[in-house]
């Protein structure tokens, strides 16, 4: 039987050799709040997730509330700059405005709304939004409104392009969001990740049906 000396020399020649790839802080936590959910989840499993003391994670983030906040915003800002790359890669001129809405809505989905970023914020919202609101002021202002304000930028380029017409950009920005969104929530709600094919279909009837709402009709000439 060993002694408690030899013991506790073999655990402290095990938990460096377990913590080569220490995990950031931020990162371990995301992992647990996404598992646990934010009531469940300790800093005691965070700090082993991330190899690193409990004292430490105290010394960074105070308590949980302030350590879920800013892994909320963290992943919230990763998935701003995916969602910011999708909003450049739009063309100023657009020569085939429907490919383009096309192209455009499966970058937003495939690289912003349904990657694992984007799982893991609509999973935390759903799972823990009810219950803690105040949690997630930081992502209503910087996530949905941003997206939202960047989005009606191009529509409102566009409505002034003649190539929509768009009385309420903000609103056409939201309906947009919600139309490209609309065949792909049933597989992520069941924990699931949308196919390819299933990402381009749900693209082509979103942008059709907006493309009805908004695409500037010409009268036919007599």
Request: glycine share 6%; hydrophobic share 45%.
């Amino acid at each position: 039987m060993k002694s408690r000396n030899a013991a506790a020399s073999q655990a402290k020649t095990i938990r460096p050799a377990q913590c080569l790839k220490r995990v950031p802080i931020l990162d371990a936590a995301a992992e647990v709040f996404c598992r646990e959910g934010f009531s469940g989840a300790s800093i005691d499993e965070i700090a082993e997730e991330a190899c690193v003391s409990r004292q430490t994670i105290y010394n960074h983030y105070r308590e949980k509330e302030t350590l879920f906040i800013a892994v909320v915003a963290d992943v919230t800002a990763r998935a701003n700059t995916a969602l910011f790359a999708a909003l450049a890669a739009f063309p100023d001129k657009p020569e085939n405005l429907r490919e383009d809405l096309i192209a455009f809505a499966v970058d937003l989905n495939r690289n912003c709304l349904y990657n694992q970023d984007g799982k893991f914020l609509r999973k935390l919202v759903q799972s823990e939004g009810p219950r803690y609101p105040h949690l997630f002021e930081a992502w209503r202002e910087h996530g949905p409104c941003k997206i939202g304000m960047a989005l009606g930028a191009i529509f409102a380029r566009l409505h002034h392009q003649g190539l929509l017409h768009i009385p309420d950009c903000d609103l056409a920005a939201r309906q947009f969001t919600a139309l490209i969104n609309a065949d792909l929530q049933m597989t992520t709600l069941l924990g699931g990740t949308p196919k390819e094919e299933e990402i381009r279909d749900a693209a082509e009837q979103a942008v059709d049906m907006f493309l009805r709402g908004y695409g500037v009709r010409t009268e036919p000439v007599l």
